[in-house]
């Protein structure tokens, strides 16, 4: 009992997932409100046994997993992630005949498996955690069935997820066929015990890549734009957020753990990775008049400054990609909350960016919301979101790499501009037809709290987050 103790977050919700399964497979259609309420508990539940669940057992599982404060950071993020991603299809889909009871469920697995991604201490355990969510994603991103917009994002995604797939378990065989081990400690000795030989170095590079594809960081990021575009909305809110954040956080562990020794090989990839996803993130997204399409491109551009603390490779640097996440997340989660309420007078769903022409004066409480969050996505003072940009590059020039700390805020005022963009068609161009107003209190109140933690007063949360995600990044080293 002593190893199940610290994974009662992931037993709460693979029991209740598999419970609610039976309850969708019975109930069909009907019980769907109830699977979705249902699955928010877990969740809830499950971030509550958080804290209740050991965090300093280390090595659980004969090494397999790790119940250290790092995932607990991770999965304390994640989770009520997941729980605004399913409060959010519950309105959105509540017109149509595509919300059955099985989302609540898919979005759950996934969540299993983003645990597993974050908590894991060895290359199987990593490989089997990132399938499980992989195959649920991959469901979600097609849940539309009569879109056919949604189904070409979900065989876009599974294609290119495959392929991925397929080269990071080629990186994790040439690991183990030149070490002898799947262990991340054992991978460690091994690199550190001589220079890295070819064949570690080509498994370093495929293994990386199939976590980039994972993370949407260029150049594995060609998928990004066409299914955060084609997925439904709650579903794109979804990746944006918690898989993301896994990736990024499976990553890191990987570089700081498994491959420490080589931190000189895998930081060239890194610095490459994080400058060509700021400025591709920054440049593509110029041109965009779709909003989701355009909050994909800032899903890129972000992870590349998140990319840029992993660069430093020091615990400060890792302390400040764990905050910089969980900022991201609530930014991220509260504008694509703001996007499910963009309809037009037939509650028809909208998201041309031109559709917000004027919104200042037609919903200025809506305006001023969205308008907190790109300001914030923008990292523009005194907004929340200029705090964690900081971090990273602080950790950077403290690393010595003070040009890639130059590079990285170049970008921040290249990619400003589309942030700002919206924000001007909000407030200065002439009105478009008004938004049907949208009567869901539980997502009004996300939106504002959302946008309060990202405000000014976001602010008094710089000692408490930055003392938890110290001691969290701390267990990596």
């Known amino acids: 009992m002593n190893q199940f103790a610290p994974i009662l977050p992931e037993i709460i919700l693979t029991v209740g997932g598999i419970a609610l399964m039976m309850v969708a497979a019975f109930g069909g259609r009907r019980s769907a409100g109830t ?25 659980i599982f004969y090494g397999q997993l790790s119940a250290d404060l790092f995932a607990s950071f991770g999965k304390a993020i994640m989770f009520p992630a997941a729980a605004v991603a399913i409060i959010a299809a519950h309105g959105w889909f509540e017109r149509g005949t595509e919300h059955s009871a099985e989302y609540p469920v898919l979005i759950l697995f996934s969540v299993v498996g983003m645990s597993v991604m974050v908590s894991a201490t060895s290359l199987v355990t990593l490989y089997v955690g990132l399938e499980l969510q992989s195959l649920a994603a991959y469901v979600l991103a097609s849940y539309r069935r009569s879109d056919e917009r949604s189904a070409e ?43 890295p030989s070819l064949g570690l170095l080509f498994g370093l590079v495929f293994v990386l890549a199939g ?57 060239q990839i890194v610095i490459f990775a994080a400058l060509a996803s700021i400025f591709l993130g920054a440049v593509a997204a110029y041109g965009q008049t779709n909003i989701k399409r355009l909050l994909a491109y800032s899903s890129i551009n972000n ?38 309420w963009m309809r037009d007078k037939a509650g028809e769903p909208v998201e041309e960016i031109s559709s917000l022409s004027g919104l ?38 403290d690393a010595g790499y003070i040009a890639l700390a130059v ?23 002439e009105p478009a037809p008004a938004f049907k107003r949208v009567r869901q209190p539980v997502q009004g ?17 710089i000692g408490p987050l930055g003392e938890l995600s110290d001691r969290a990044a701390g267990t990596l080293f």
């Open 35 to 59: 699977v979705s309420w249902a699955a928010v508990a877990l969740l809830l539940v499950a971030t509550v046994a958080l804290i209740g669940a050991p965090s300093h057992a280390g090595p």
């Open 153 to 195: 994002a979900g065989l876009k995604y599974f294609v290119l997820g495959a392929l991925a797939s397929g080269i990071l378990l080629y990186g994790i065989s040439l690991l183990y066929g030149f070490t002898g081990t799947m262990n991340f400690t054992g991978l460690a000795a091994a690199f550190g015990r001589e220079a």
């Open 211 to 267: 976590l980039a594809f994972k993370a949407s960081a260029v150049p594995f990021h060609m998928w990004t734009p066409d299914v955060y575009e084609g997925a439904p909305t709650p579903v794109t809110a979804f990746f944006a957020s918690a898989p993301k954040v896994a990736a990024v956080l499976l990553a890191t562990r990987v570089c700081m753990e498994a491959l420490g020794p080589a931190t000189d090989a895998w930081r």
């Open 303 to 340: 992870i590349g400054f998140a990319m840029v603390g992993l660069a430093a490779g020091t615990a400060q640097g890792a302390s400040s990609v764990l905050f910089y996440l969980a900022v991201y997340i609530v930014m991220t989660l509260g504008a694509f909350l703001c996007v499910l």
């Open 360 to 397: 200042s004066q037609t919903r200025p409480g809506f305006a001023l919301a969205l308008a907190v969050f790109m300001f914030s996505l923008a990292g523009i003072p005194p907004l929340f979101g200029f705090w964690p940009k900081l971090l990273v590059f602080n950790a950077a020039v």
């Open 407 to 429: 590079a990285g805020i170049v970008g921040t005022v290249v990619g400003a501009y589309y942030y700002l963009k919206i924000i001007k068609v909000m407030y200065m161009d």
């Open 445 to 461: 109140a996300l939106i504002v709290l959302a946008a309060i933690a990202v405000s000014p007063l976001g602010y008094l949360l």
